[in-house]
């Protein structure tokens, strides 16, 4: 009873400056949430007079506004991450009403995981992701990337919607899979998502992002003030093409190079899954005020961190690691970390050991 109590108040505290009176008065505020006469979803419109489905619709509302910090977040980020959401839906032709989708998703973090393990600001799962170019190894998730995730996300939808032919099922298949929907609407008789019988949480999921929409579009019907919010400006990042000449570049250099935190760089490019980027060419994100600095910040760290030479020492009858150690001018914890050795670790005649060497 307390938790419910504290959560209540938490909503009130959201929807007005005044003091929550009582839970009675959240309650009855809550039972009185407004309902559009009409209201169209990606341009489709959603039949409100037929009372289950303006029911469904009342307890996504209900649930959004109780949950008072998840919803301002809403309102901080979108204004981070819907210009480039809505650029690439309005270049692929879709609804803008798809923006809603990242929201309920993710509450629009690209490091989002759910327990199913589905990645990123569009949730999604490993196999999905590569049907759809999304690539996943030891240093990189493309599922992370904001802008590969979103054209994916969006050609995923419009797959589904040439499938179903309506965006309420297309967005209940994102959600469950297609087969789940399609076997669901064989089994019952049914082609409208409003009379389909499916999973609750995929029932939800689809009223929720319908929901989102009328809270985000409309924040004065459900008393939010927006006076004088603090919203999350876009970020002021550019793309910089990085050619990683050397075995492996460390997100360190890249920086150093753009002058500002490694924790900075790590959440403009959240699709880096490591601490480094191998041999290759990359388009990473770096500030902008960095445009016109950044190649040759990179060169000037790349000539003072000289890549080191591999060589390779064959063990002999006698050899110690502190002896090759210093034969090649090598610290003895770097020779036994560069070869997976530990403290017990017992060497044999012929073994080939790795050595970094700078000169």
Known sequence: MKRLAWIVGLAVLFHSSAAP??????ISSLMKVPLPAEFEFCGEKVPLDREDVAERLEIELMVILSNPVSTSLWFKRKERYFPMIEERIRKSGLPLDLRYVPVVESNLRAEAISSARA????????????????????????????EESTDAG???????????????LAMAAYNAGKRRVSGNMEKQGENDFYGLSLPRETERYVFRIMAAKLVLENPGDYGIDMTEARL????????VEVKVARASLPLSAIAEASGVSYRTIKGLNAWIRGGSLPKGMYTVKVPAAARDTFVSGLAGWEAKHPEPRMV????RRGDTL??????????LNELMSWNSLGARTTIYPGQRLTVRRIN
């Open 21 to 26: 009176a009582d839970p009675g008065e959240v």
């Open 119 to 146: 990645v990123g600001p569009w949730q999604f799962m490993y196999g999905t992701g590569k049907a759809y170019g999304l690539k996943r190894n030891s240093w990189r998730d493309d599922r992370r990337n904001w």
């Open 154 to 168: 969006l050609k995923h939808l419009k797959d589904l919607h040439d499938d179903f032919g309506s965006w309420p």
């Open 232 to 239: 999350y400006p876009p970020g002021q990042a550019v793309a």
């Open 312 to 315: 390779y020492h064959r063990v």
């Open 322 to 331: 502190s002896a090759i150690a210093h034969k090649y001018g090598v610290r």
